[in-house]
C-alpha cells in the first residue's frame, strides 16, 4: 500500500518570479534550479546542536526529562555527520548508533531539502498565490511516496522507511 506524508511549504520567491501568469510547472522548475544552485553552493560546515528529550507515562502525565544530548553536525559531500561534542574527530556511524537509544531524527540541514527537490522523488500540487508574512508567496504542497523516500523513522531496535 502506498503511504504519503502529505507536508506544505511556502515559498517567499518575489526575485524568482516574474509575472503572476507563469504556469505552475514553469514556477516549479524555477524554484528547483533555485534550490540546486543553493545546494550546490552550501559549504561544508559544523554547527553545535543540543536535543533535550522529554517523556511522559501517559496522556495524562506530565512531562519528564530524559536526557541532554550535545552534538557536534557537520555538513560534508552532502551529508550529515556526526560526535559528540568536543569529541577530535566525527564519528563514522549513524546518529541512531552514536546515540544508541531513544528517539533521533537527521536530515534537518540541508539534506532533507536536497531529498524533496532535488532527488524527483516528491510530487509537488500547486495551491495558488497568497500572501505569507505580509508578502507575495506561491503555495505547492508535496508527498513522498514511501517507495521513493530516504526518510528513516527508527526507534531502536525498529526501523522503516516512511513517506
Given amino acids: 500500500m502506498r503511504r504519503m506524508l502529505g507536508c506544505a511549504f511556502w515559498v517567499c520567491l518575489l526575485p524568482l518570479c516574474g509575472a503572476a501568469e507563469d504556469p505552475a510547472d514553469e514556477l516549479l522548475e524555477r524554484i528547483r534550479a533555485r534550490m540546486r544552485e543553493n545546494l550546490t553552493r552550501a559549504p561544508d560546515y559544523v554547527c553545535q546542536e543540543t536535543v533535550e528529550r522529554w517523556a511522559r507515562d501517559s496522556q495524562r502525565a506530565e512531562f519528564k526529562a530524559l536526557d541532554l544530548l550535545r552534538l557536534e553536525v557537520g555538513f560534508a559531500g552532502g551529508k550529515e555527520i556526526f560526535s559528540w561534542r568536543g569529541a577530535s574527530r566525527f564519528e563514522e556511524k ?28 516528491a510530487e509537488f500540487t500547486y495551491r495558488g498565490e497568497e500572501e505569507w508574512k505580509g508578502k507575495r508567496a506561491f503555495r505547492f504542497d508535496y508527498a513522498v511516496p514511501q517507495q521513493h523516500s530516504r526518510y528513516r523513522v527508527r526507534v531502536p531496535p525498529y526501523e522503516a522507511v516512511v513517506g
Fill in 94 to 121: 549513524e546518529l541512531a548508533d552514536l546515540i544508541g537509544s531513544g528517539v533521533v531524527g537527521t536530515g534537518a540541514f540541508a539534506v532533507h531539502a536536497a531529498n524533496v527537490f532535488l532527488s524527483g522523488a
